[in-house]
């Protein structure tokens, strides 16, 4: 059965930075990637990571988030510097497996950006 435990949410200034977490349990992953949903908005990608290290990053996170994986840890990071009050969303990890077609979700952290 595929787990995935977030951490690493909260408030911040903007400017700030935070890290996320998502260890993830129960298979070998393929994908691993972040979400995000702003209230009233859809969900949109925030970044993706392959196993063979390729990385794939939203055009309004590029420069400033960096999306990483400890392979032996099953668990995938994102470092968001420099924030902006409209990152302010629930974050979710999102992960493949390598021979499922389907993702699977986190349970989704808050982060809040405000002075």
């Known amino acids: 059965q595929v787990q995935l435990v977030e951490s690493g949410g909260g408030l911040v200034q903007p400017g700030g930075s935070l890290r996320l977490s998502c260890a993830a349990s129960?298979?070998?992953?393929?994908?691993m990637g972040w979400y995000r949903q702003a209230p009233g908005k859809q969900r949109e990608l925030v970044a993706t990571s392959t196993s063979g290290g390729n990385t794939n990053y939203a055009t309004s996170v590029k420069g400033r988030f960096t999306i990483s994986r400890d392979s032996a840890k099953n668990t995938v990071y994102l470092q968001m510097n420099s924030l902006k009050p409209e990152d302010t969303a629930v974050y979710y990890c999102?992960?493949?497996?390598?021979?499922?077609?389907?993702?699977?979700w986190g349970q989704g952290t808050q982060v809040t950006v405000s002075s």
């Open positions: 999102n992960v493949h497996t390598f021979w499922g077609s389907q993702g699977y």
């Open positions: 129960g298979s070998i992953f393929s994908t």
